[in-house]
């Protein structure tokens, strides 16, 4: 059975999350940093009257800084809190604009070296058929999504903002 989940940018590369996990989506107007927090916080922000911890994505990725454009969106899902229960949290990504349905036999684990270098923030890869931009590297056709694991992402520095 397909399972939709929604497609974001950071760098040149494509993650998804499963749409269940996804709250909203929201454009990003900038943070309120949050002293002594990690450097991948990028801090608090309001959406829809709820203060939000939020994660800059490339920071976490490794990857250098980018301008924050009218694409920048922030991704706002929810994870597991510490103690139990469900923690809201947004993940500032570069542009995400696209939903797709994939089967679960799509979705491969990582290759080991992936798996190792991603600190374990890529749970599954998948190839979609040559459907819009980018593409499978050398010689592939269609696009490779890395399926995230939120929690890993969000990590165990949460910031407690609720």
């Known amino acids: 059975m397909s399972v939709l989940h ?3 940018r950071v760098g040149t590369a494509e993650y ?5 996990d996804v709250v909203q989506m929201e454009s990003f107007s900038g943070a309120t940093p949050v002293p002594g927090s990690p450097a991948y916080v990028a ?7 709820r203060v939000l911890p939020v994660i800059d994505a490339r920071a976490r990725f490794g990857l250098p800084p980018a301008e924050r454009n009218l694409d920048t969106r922030v991704v706002v899902g929810q994870v ?13 990504v570069d542009a995400a604009r696209e939903v797709v349905k994939l089967d679960p036999e799509q979705l ?11 600190r374990g923030f890529v749970k599954a890869v998948a190839q ?11 010689g592939g056709s269609g696009r490779l999504l890395l ?3 939120l929690n890993k992402v969000v990590g165990e520095e949460q910031v407690h903002a609720e």
């Open 43 to 49: 801090g608090l922000v309001q959406v829809r009257g």
């Open 128 to 138: 979609v058929g040559g459907v819009g931009q980018g593409s499978a590297g050398a």
């Open 147 to 149: 399926l995230i694991d």
């Open 108 to 118: 491969r684990p990582p290759p080991p070296l992936v798996a190792e270098q991603a």
């Open 80 to 92: 597991a809190a510490p103690g139990g229960g469900l923690r809201t949290v947004g993940l500032i």
């Open 6 to 8: 929604v497609v974001f």
């Open 16 to 20: 998804v999350l499963p749409a269940a």
